[in-house]
């Protein structure tokens, strides 16, 4: 399989899913090698920068794309295999900037109180350990931590005709913060555009469920994805919502706010899809996922937050999602490793 | 080490946290074997009794408890190690009951819609694989289950004079309903009232994260554990909400709605934690577990949510919580399995 | 009409709803004048007092009470009706105090930021010009304010054996913090616990909608209340949360978090209500209603936050809630004026 | 003062905030009359149409627009005053659409529970008695309302490129649905793109506060509107969230989840605002506003919840907001009427 390489320049960057011109048309079955620059358009680069003074507001979560799937149209489901995630650079940036993420107050829940010290952390990555080292602000600790990469954001365009900032997720996918989006995993996102057009970026070294100050170890990310597309997907169950499948589990995402909307978003979809896989009464589904879904909190920082609901599939009976288009890839990716 | 056996009768069973006289005095050092009876007061034995026929909503969820424990004064730090929890039934039971769960309408999130159909599940345990069966009502499911048991409610009286329903988490712990709450876990809860007076039940035979329809695997619970005192831990940084310690993990548990807040308040307690343990300012310690923190939901349905944040301890340096007393009660525990 | 005269010592004020011997038993029919201390328990007499010094947080918000009505057993209904209200001191005090209020940070939205500035204002009162004064810190502003007295807090004790702080709002009413609980109102709560035990307190010389910072014009206030009690009312459509009737209106409160939920539960119970009162199907009151009803926020401080929904009566036909009993006491009271 | 008419043509609808062509473009101090259609782009015309049925998702909420106003850029700030709203048909339609409305499961309150049944009520106008009639369905009860025209959706295109639906109120204005927006009142709108591109409609011939079942009476409107422009109001205290004054008040509009985040935004923003005026310290603002602000909600229904936080501006001292331009405009409105 042919990888196609793609690294935008800085004015090609995406900031909204829908609204932006297709960078490239892709066919199904295609593999991409994609570059995005960090969430702060490289705009931090030491622990005395600060996000105030050097990051572009207008210019947040950059994302590479979109791209155009031939023959995608409303109702069909996307799937991206992400094959591989690799860092980019050798340091990923985080910080606490004023008014943004989980413990302080922002725009949207509005205070009085002056905003946290706006600061800023680099992670030096070691390649040779796969780590990337903290260095505290206020203290001498230093410490190493394991590298586990992921995307933050992956969508598609919205519904009807919305153009929405690449910091928000929603249906659409977008900016859902979950590790879970990482190598081996499979994501399914609706079409919503004829060409589906889908972006990708916000890449994390690595990233604690929540993203609790907002910011991931965020780093430049060469990710490889391969495209496939299921034609009429809807009337087979497609997802509303995203969904994720890896090896070892089926996952639903869900953004909103409250944080529960987005968990209960999460949990009905899995509830369809488990539903329907196993051709279960929602009522039993519903019962049977209640003891045994997992439900780890992707953000709380975003406009939406998202919410995370899986089950391992070794505890339900064997029955392949869509066709079983996930080992599919699976092989298909091992040919490119 | 003596175990001290408790098995409390029907009328012995308490409802609420704090205005229950005490069952019985311990010494902190003490080993309890306790039994609890099921959530539903044992009122659902086939999967043909509905809750709406059978369960007494003024006897749900009762606790074994309360025990006083000598020398505990406000501000002091409780501490429950969990030596082992062993089904004392060969069923657990669970419930889609009206108006009561996470994908429901409820009495506090109040809608017109007609409530889900009643219906009530019996999980048969197979000690022999060590399993729980689900028996799907509309087809013909049948799938075994690992028994992972756990305890929904652990607790302390409220302060503030309050007496708070079986039902619902707080600062002082209650119906958490995180499956954190398991065998080889530490639980810390800072004393509000003189002995303590903690109490526990709400056995789970397994249940998944968010408790989605509301019950869990619920099955009468023999508990061991290990009662221990710290004394003025209040100025030595103890918990303002719970905390849990495993061989891996620091845990803390927020209960609050909207489920955001709960999340909230548990990464603040982590924060705060983990920043006294480790001398580090509050926006390192927040930096640094927003890269490595987890964040499983416990509960979505009671009448404030629970929120777990956790963080595995190797991945910090070594220093351990309160004088290490979670390694001490593992070997004490060791000498009693 | 006798009036019976209360003015409690400050060992009697009481802090929970529950848990509270009585401080009186009184009769249905009985008028009542209760004296009630302010929310700070007096602590704070000048505007150089600041709450983290003088506030007494085991004090706060007294209650006046609790009453035990002859004959009250749980299914009743309790009728407060409030003949007058008139401020017991001649200046109120109002506070923005740390981590409490609508505009910061709370223990329970627990964030990192620091605390806003411990700051309190005095408010004297003008009786002949019926105005209470703001006087800013921070400028030269000083400002005249109509005086528009009411109780904060109106509550019985709470169902399943809970007793519950007085800064809390629920089912059983307590801090609700609305301006609906004014001279001309009738209440009805429902009684929980044998003899309703009601209390009252935290008289506010006027509040806004919202309660914003946390407190409102705090001040000792003497309420003249006729007590009634309508039997076995829970059959004839009793509250399930607590109703208020004026000449004008016909109100309900819910309290919960979020928001939304305080809402849905004071909008819902006015569509029970409006519903059974006119012989509607619940569709049809939940479309007028949606057409005519006014939704003004009570708090959105307190532990749970309250929400109005209120419909005026000359909007409806013509029909007397609970056999006209508003009336009645609007006639009984005059005769006390 | 010219008055241009516009009546847009069913395929000139917009459905958009952002992303449309504008339709006009008009001179800051055009009068404009508009017709717009209503919420269901008429096609509920009788209490047998089902909203499943008539309802094309795709063309709900139209508005009317978006007009380029001649030399606003960003930051300054559009200036709509409203000088009449007449209702252009008569009769207005209201609906119970499945999973649509604020005391039913959505799909973003995502449960289980069947929906509410599909329901369409038609309210007849009455123009010499200016009431519209309200008929039950269940059982024989007609009822007269008072018309009380308003318009529930009104804004500008989004900053940072973004697209959205009419159906969404954000910091750009749209779908806020609140009564305050009627005749007499000035609305003050953040301008995020050349041209300002500000549309409106959703006519209701009366709405309560919350528009609790999630539609209000209905119907095609015809409004007149001045519009005028501030230049660079960002440096003078340009709104951040959309204002409106009336004759007797200042009003604050705030959207988000949770209702307590809409609240929060509408109060800060009114702090903000009244403290500039007067030259208040935050915290004086804070503490004056808690006294004297009313916070009637404007809807817990669409994908942001609105809620309103006003102030009479008879408590305040004398300083007209932006020099005095609702007054001035009030007056050149009395010359069309």
Redesign the interface.
């Known amino acids: 399989m042919d990888v196609v390489e793609v690294i935008p320049s800085p004015d090609q960057y995406a900031?909204?899913f829908?609204?932006v011109a297709p960078l490239r048309t892709v066919r199904p079955g295609t593999a991409l090698r994609l570059w995005s620059d960090d969430a702060f358009s490289g705009a931090l680069t030491s622990a005395t920068d600060l996000s105030g003074d050097k990051v572009d507001l207008?210019r947040v979560n950059p994302q590479t794309g979109p791209f155009h799937v031939e023959g995608a149209e409303p109702g069909d489901t996307l799937v991206l295999h992400f094959v591989a995630m690799e860092p980019a650079r050798d340091w990923g940036a985080?910080a606490?900037m004023p008014f943004f993420?989980?413990?302080?107050?922002t725009?949207?829940?509005?205070?009085?109180?002056?905003?946290?010290?706006d600061?800023t952390?680099i992670y030096e990555l070691d390649r040779a350990r796969n780590t990337v080292e903290?260095v505290?602000?206020?203290?001498d600790?230093r410490?190493a931590?394991p590298v586990a990469p992921m995307l933050g954001t992956v969508g598609v365009a919205p519904a009807?005709?919305?153009?929405?900032?690449s910091l928000v997720p929603d249906a659409f996918g977008g900016n859902m913060d979950t590790p879970q989006m990482r190598p081996g995993t499979t994501c399914y996102l609706r079409v919503n555009v004829p060409g589906a057009l889908f972006s990708l970026g916000d890449g994390h070294y690595?990233?604690?469920?929540?993203?609790?100050?907002?910011?991931?170890?965020e780093g430049a990310m060469t990710t490889t994805v391969v495209v496939e597309l299921l034609k009429g997907a809807d009337s087979l169950g497609g997802p509303a919502w995203p969904r994720l499948e890896d090896d070892a589990s089926l996952v639903t995402v869900?953004s909103?706010?409250?944080?529960?909307?987005a968990?209960?978003?999460a949990?009905?979809?899995l509830?369809r899809w488990v539903g329907e896989l196993?051709?279960?009464?929602?009522?039993?589904a519903?019962?049977?996922?209640?003891?045994?879904?997992?439900?780890?909190?992707a953000n709380?920082v975003d406009v939406n937050?998202s919410?995370v609901?899986k089950v391992r599939t070794d505890?339900?009976?064997h029955a392949p999602a869509y066709g079983g288009v996930h080992a599919e890839l699976r092989a298909r990716a091992a040919t490119l490793l």
Chains 1, 2, 3, 4 share one sequence.
Do not use: N
């Open positions: 900031f909204t829908g609204g207008s985080s606490v993420g989980g413990l302080t107050s725009e949207r829940t509005a205070m009085l109180q002056e905003p946290l010290a600061t952390w903290f505290a602000h206020h203290s600790l410490l931590l009807g005709g919305e153009v929405r900032s690595r990233q604690g469920e929540g993203e609790a100050c907002g910011t991931a170890v869900g909103s706010r409250p944080l529960e909307d968990w209960r978003i949990q009905r979809e509830v196993h051709g279960l009464h929602p009522l039993d519903y019962q049977l996922l209640s003891q045994v879904t997992e439900a780890p909190i709380v937050y919410s609901v505890l339900l009976p």
